[in-house]
C-alpha cells in the first residue's frame, strides 16, 4: 500500500522525481505555451550535433495554368524523448479511498463488506502503476534509476507513520494483550521492521496448533511487506534492462514490458496453484501475489496507449472496473477461495477504472471520485490502513468490552481522527522537510532511524519488563497430579468449580505456558511420533508402557485421540501393557475422505496415513485398539449438513476392518468445545472465571451425529467412553477445576487434566 498523492500538481518547469508527482504533465491542451522540460541530469550517450539547421527555401515562381500548385513536403515524424503524462490523478486518489473503506468495513464486521479484503488488491495495482511511472519517467529525464533516490523517497514516505504505529501497538500489546499472546506479538512486531511479516504469518496460520489463536495486532502490516519485497526487485530489474537496452528509454519501455507479462503470467499461475494447496501462503505470500502489482505496472508502461481511450469507452470501462471492485467486496467472503483466480475481479476492476481515468474527457467514474469526499479519504487513506487494525484488536481490551458491530463503528470514526492527525502531523511534516527532501542520505537516514528506534522499544518491553518469567514456562509434573477416584468425586469437582469466581494462583498449567502444555507425543520435532500434516509415516521408538510385552494396545486418530495418552500410558505402566501411539493432526480414524484444514483439497496425507495404520494393526493383531476423532471433521465433497450417513458409514468400515485384527475396540466421543481461546479467556477474566465456562449444549458440536455414532459403536461391539460427565455437570462445562486449567485451546484438554482422569478412563476399558 502506498500512502496517498498530495492534492496539487508540483510545477512541471521545475519538479524533480519525487513521490508527490505521478506523471508531469505536458503541453496544456488549449494552450499554445511550449514544454519545458526538466534539466537532464545524466550526459548524452550520443555525440553533441550542431543545431539543426532547415535549408533556405527555393526561389518562389510564378504558377501557371497548367503547372498544378505545389504541396509542401511534411516533416518528419520525430519519436518524443519524454515521458508524457497526465499530472495529478484525482481518480488513483479517489480509488484509495474505495480501497481503504471496503479493508474498514470488512474488519469492523459490516456483512454487506463480508469481501471487503480485496481492497488490499486495489492497493497493489495503484502501487505498482505509480512506483513503475514514477521510475520510467526518472530514466526518460536522467538516463538511469537511481537506487539510493528511490529507497530515499520510499523511506521517508513510508517507515516514519509505519513507525510510530508499531510502536504505539507494541505498547498498547505490553499494556492489554493477554500474556499467552505478548510473545508472539513481539515477535510479530520484528518481523515488521525486517519487512517479512508476511512469511510469519504463513508460518504462523498454517501451524495446526494455531488455529484458534488471537488475530495479530500487526496483521495489516503484511501488505506493506509485500510491497516492500516488490520494492527491492523491481527496481533492480529495471536497471538490469536498462543496461540490456543499451540506455535507451524506449527500448526499456519495451522491454519491461515483456519481463511484466511474464511476471504476470508466472505469479497468477502460482497465486491458483498455491491457492488450492495452502491458501494462507497464498494470500500472504510476494510470489502469489507479485502480479497484482505487475499489472499496475503493465499500465504504466503502455500508458501512451491508454491516453488515446475513446471517451465512450472510458465511459463503459469506469462503470464496469468500479462495478467489479464493488461486486468483489460484496461477494467475497471467508470461504471465498483467494486470491487465486477469483482475485482477478478487484485486480482487473481497478485496471479498467485506472484506464477509463487516463483517456482524454472525464467520465462518470472518474468524476465521483473527483470529489472531495472522495479526495479527503485517499489523502488520509495510508493512515487509516496502518491505525485501523490495532485499534479494532487492542481497544476493546483496554475498556474491557465484547468487540461488536456498534463499538466496531465507534472505533473506526474514531481513526478517522486519528489518521488525520498522523497525516497532519507525521506524514506531512516528514515528507515535505526539505532538510530530509533535498538530500538522499538523509532519506535513508530517516529509514535507518525509525527502524532503530521501533526495535529498540521492542527490545525494552521484551527483555526490560517481561511479562512471562520462567517460572510461569515450568512443564507440569504430571506425577504429582491427583488423580480423582470415581464419578462422584470429579462430580464434586465440578459443581465446586462452577461457583468459583477467581483464578487461583497456583493454575497448572499457567495460562502462559498452556500453549506448550503438550503430551509427550508431540515431543522431537520432525521425530515426533504425533505426525504432523505431511508426513504418513511414524518413526521408530512411539512404544511406551511395558515395551517387551505381549500385550498390546495401538491409540489410533487425530489430535483428539492423542489428548488421552497422558491418562493411557500410566494405565499401560500400571497394567504391563506396551502402547503403541498413531495419531495425526486433524486426521480421523474414520474410512471417509475429508478436507484438509491447510488447503482446499483433499487431506490425501491422512488417507494414506491412515491405510498405513489399518496394515499395520492387520499385521501385529493387537490386543485392544483406542480410537479418538473430532466431530468437526469436514468430509471432502459432502455438504456439512449432510454429513451423518456417510460419517456412520465410514465408522462401520473402520469398525470392521480393523476388528478383524484387533481383540477390542474402544472409542473416546469428542470433547466439548468452546467458542474461544480458554488460556486467553482466563487471563482476561481472572477476577470471574465463570465468563469462560461453555455451555454443555453449545459445546458438543454436531450432537446428532455424534450420538449417532455413539449408538451405531455401541451396535458393533466397541466399548464407547462419553468424557462429557468428566468435564461437565448440570449443562455447565467449567474450565478450570480445582487449581487445574482444563483446556490448553479451544477443544483440546490440557495433560493435568487427562491425567487427573487416569483411574476413571482405566475403570472404563475392558479386561485384557
Known sequence: MTSPQP?????????????????????????????????????????ARPA??????????????????????PAPLRRPTTWEGLGFRPDIQGLRAIAVVLVLLSHAGFTFASGGYVG??????????????????????????????????????????????????????????????????????????????????????????????????????????????????????????????????RSLVNAAVGACAAIFAISLFLSVLVTQQSQPTAYYAAHTRVWELAAGALLALTLPTWKKTPKALAWVLGIVGLAGILAAGYLFDESTPFPGYTAMLPVLGTMLVIIAGSGPGTNPVSSLLHTKQFQFVGKISYSLYLWHWPILILIPLAIGAEPSLVLNTCLIIGTFAVAQMSFLYIEEPIRRAKSIKNTHIAGLATGVLSSVLAIAVILTFTLGFPKITEEDQK???????????????????????????????????????????????????????????????????????????????????DSHAAQWFPALEPIADRQGWKLVTRTKSSCTPVSVAIDSTQAATEYTECAQARANVFDEIDEVQPDLVVFGSSETTSLTGVDRNET??????????????????????????????ADEEVPTCVDLNRDDVSACHIDEGDGIRRSDRRADTIELQNELGVTVIDPAGWLCYEGVCPVVVDDILVYRDTNHLTTPYVRSLTDLVAAELPQL
Not at 491542451?29 to 550526459?43: D, F
Not at 506493506?224 to 520494492?231: K, M, S
Not at 515426533?528 to 500385550?551: A, K, Y
Request: with cysteine; glycine share 6%.
Open 120 to 249: 488490499v488488491d486495489v492497493f497493489f495495482v495503484l502501487s505498482g502503476f505509480l512506483i513503475t511511472s514514477l521510475l520510467v519517467k526518472e530514466v526518460f529525464d536522467t538516463g538511469k534509476i537511481s537506487l539510493m533516490g528511490f529507497y530515499a523517497r520510499r523511506a521517508r514516505r513510508i517507515l516514519p507513520a509505519a513507525t510510530v504505529v508499531t510502536i504505539a501497538t507494541v505498547v498498547g500489546a505490553w499494556l492489554w494483550l493477554p500474556v499467552t499472546r505478548i510473545e508472539s506479538a513481539m515477535q510479530d512486531a520484528f518481523t515488521v521492521i525486517v519487512y517479512i511479516v508476511n512469511y510469519r504469518f504463513i508460518a504462523e496460520e498454517t501451524e495446526y496448533l494455531n488455529a484458534d489463536q488471537m488475530p495479530s495486532p500487526f496483521q495489516q502490516y503484511w501488505s506493506l511487506a509485500v510491497e516492500e519485497q516488490f520494492y527491492v526487485v523491481w527496481p533492480l530489474l529495471l536497471i538490469g534492462l536498462l543496461i540490456l537496452a543499451k540506455r535507451k528509454p
Open 644 to 673: 451423518g450417513p456417510p460419517w456412520l458409514q465410514g465408522w462401520q468400515d473402520t469398525i470392521e476392518r480393523v476388528g478383524g485384527a484387533a481383540g477390542a475396540m474402544v472409542a473416546f466421543a469428542d470433547t466439548p468445545w
Open 52 to 73: 539543426f539547421q532547415p535549408p533556405p527555401p527555393p526561389p518562389p515562381t510564378a504558377p501557371t495554368a497548367s503547372a498544378p500548385r505545389p504541396h509542401p513536403t
Open 7 to 47: 492534492p496539487n500538481p508540483p510545477n512541471p518547469a521545475t519538479a524533480a522525481i519525487n513521490e508527490e508527482t505521478l506523471h508531469l504533465p505536458t503541453t496544456v491542451p488549449g494552450s499554445a505555451a511550449r514544454t519545458v522540460l526538466p534539466p537532464r541530469t545524466a550526459p548524452s550517450p550520443y555525440p
Open 475 to 557: 512443564p507440569v509434573d504430571l506425577d504429582a497430579i491427583e488423580e480423582v477416584e470415581d464419578l462422584s468425586e470429579i462430580e464434586a469437582r465440578l459443581a465446586a468449580a462452577i461457583e468459583t469466581q477467581k483464578v487461583p494462583e497456583n493454575l497448572v498449567p499457567s495460562v502462559e505456558s498452556a500453549r506448550e502444555d503438550l503430551p509427550v507425543i508431540y515431543d522431537g520435532g520432525d521425530d515426533s511420533c504425533h505426525l504432523d500434516v505431511e508426513r504418513t509415516q511414524w518413526p521408530e521408538g512411539c512404544e511406551f508402557g511395558d515395551t517387551s510385552s505381549d500385550i498390546v494396545i495401538y491409540l489410533v486418530g
